[in-house]
Structures are given as C-alpha cells and as structure tokens.
C-alpha cells in the first residue's frame, strides 16, 4: 500500500525567510504533484515532476523530485503572505494510464508579517 | 480554468437518505474521480472512472456507488447517507498529455452535511 508523508503538517514562518516542505513516499513512482489549496477552495496545480531529478520553479516555489530516496521537496523562498495555504504532495499510486493519487495530509503554511 | 462544475455546492441531509453529487465537465477529459477530504486525512479516493460506463473502486469506496452514462457528467451517490459521510466531495478530471502528465484539474467541491 502506497502511504504519502508529508512534513511539516504545520508551518509558521516569517516574511523573508526560507523554508522546505518535505514528501516522503513508500513505493516506487516517478510521476509526482504539487497542489495549494486556499481556505474553503479547491485545489490549485502548481508543480508536476515526471522523472528523478525534476527541478520545477515558479516565482518563490521550487520542486524537486529524488525517485531513488522517494523524497520530493517544495522550497520557499523569502516567503511572503500570499503564501499562506495548504500545500499537498501526491504520488501517482500505480504508475499507469488510470492516474490514480495517493495524497499527503497537507502543510498548512502560514506567512507573518 | 478546466471546466469543471459540482452540484450542488451545499447541501444538508438527514441520517438515512439518498443523495446524489454531480460532477459536470466540459474538457472532454477521459478520466473523472470523486475524492473526499477530511481534517487530518487530506484527500482520499472514493471512486474513479476511466471512460463511459467504466469505473472502479478507490481507497474509501464503502457506502458509495458511482455512475457515468456520459463522458461529461460522474455522479456520486450515497445510498443511505450517514454522519461518517459529512466531507466536503471534490471532483477531478485528467486525461494524458505530452509526457504523461495526467495532471489532475479540480472542481470547486460540495460540502455536504448529514444530520
């Protein structure tokens, strides 16, 4: 059985600062996501890593992805408040064409001024 | 943004009744899931479908059917709703692209509540 872990489950950083959002998962896969979430939103895609060593950037958000540790990290740089939301790792489970996920519980970031 | 409807958005029910969630798209994507997320589970898989009249089960399937008659609509029925049920319903669609991505698009979400 295919179990996603994520670390921290809660973060409080300050602007400015720097932070990783760890994923650590229990079989092989190399097909991996990144998702936000806002409070009392859906979900919003930001990073899909497809092989071992994708390296995804967008703005202050950076995604790696390390197949033979099974370990993907989200790198915050010099974090800003409208970073703040629920971040979720999810591992494709089976590897085929279904797409099927397996999701992390989430980090809820919060960003202070 | 995909597009991708849930209805309704809301909805309170009593222990024991049927409802039904519906996912409406409008991507033509081949692959649709119903997920549910609860504090301290993030989401989980309730059912999937991988074309018309093809589905399977997911992680948390007991006490859920699904059906889809068209490539565009997946709905979600609870037989006889009961308060384990309250969660808030999300719909997803993918399909595969260039480089296997089968990124998954979510729709708004349905916060049902059963009393």
């Known amino acids: 059985e295919l179990k996603v872990e994520q670390n921290p489950l809660f973060l409080s950083m300050q602007e400015g600062k720097n932070y990783t959002i760890y994923c650590n998962y229990s079989?092989?896969?190399?097909?991996l996501y990144w998702y936000r979430q806002d409070p009392g939103k859906s979900l919003e895609s930001l990073f899909v890593?497809?092989?071992?060593?994708a390296v995804k950037q967008e703005g202050r958000l950076m995604a790696s992805l390390d197949t033979k540790a099974r370990l993907s990290t989200l790198h915050i740089t010099a974090a800003v408040h409208d970073l703040s939301a629920t971040y979720f790792c999810a591992v494709d489970a089976y590897g085929g064409s279904q797409g099927n996920l397996i999701f992390g519980k989430g980090t809820k970031l919060s960003v202070k001024p | 943004d995909a597009g991708i409807t849930q209805s309704p958005r809301h909805k309170v029910t009593e222990t024991g009744t049927p409802v039904t969630l519906r996912c409406h798209q409008t991507e033509n994507h081949r692959y649709m899931y119903w997920y549910r997320q609860d504090p301290g589970h993030g989401l989980r898989l309730i059912h999937y479908?991988?074309?018309?009249?093809?589905?399977d089960k997911g992680e948390v399937s007991d006490g859920y059917s699904v059906s889809r008659s068209k490539t565009e609509d997946f709905l979600l029925t609870l037989e006889s709703a009961t308060s384990s049920q309250t969660s808030v319903y999300f719909c997803?669609?993918?399909?595969?692209?260039?480089?296997?991505?089968?990124?998954?698009?979510f729709g708004p979400g349905t916060r049902l509540t059963v009393t």
């Open positions: 997803a669609i993918s399909d595969s692209t260039a480089g296997g991505r089968y990124e998954q698009y």
């Open positions: 079989t092989t896969s190399d097909r």
């Open positions: 890593l497809l092989s071992n060593g």
């Open positions: 479908s991988y074309g018309v009249k093809d589905t």
